[in-house]
């Protein structure tokens, strides 16, 4: 299971603040999306059931990019796998 750190903050426009470190990154929309799933707990089949609907894609392109996100995400020490 991911989880997002607790203490990431994000804004509607998609700036996320990172108060540990200091940082600041901003994503595009699906990335936005993608973080308020991980908030809500949401597991990698349901965020990829979630996108699959709202932007009416495959379910391997949504993983790959899904993948692609998470692996920046971990990189970036923003997520952590239980």
Known sequence: ???LKKNIAMS????IFDPTTGDSYSVNQTGSIIIEYLKEGLSEDQIIDNLKEAFDSDTEQMRNDLDDFLHY??????????
């Open 12 to 15: 509607e426009s998609g700036f």
């Open 73 to 82: 995400l971990k990189q970036l020490k923003m997520i952590d796998y239980a």
């Open 1 to 3: 299971m991911i989880k």
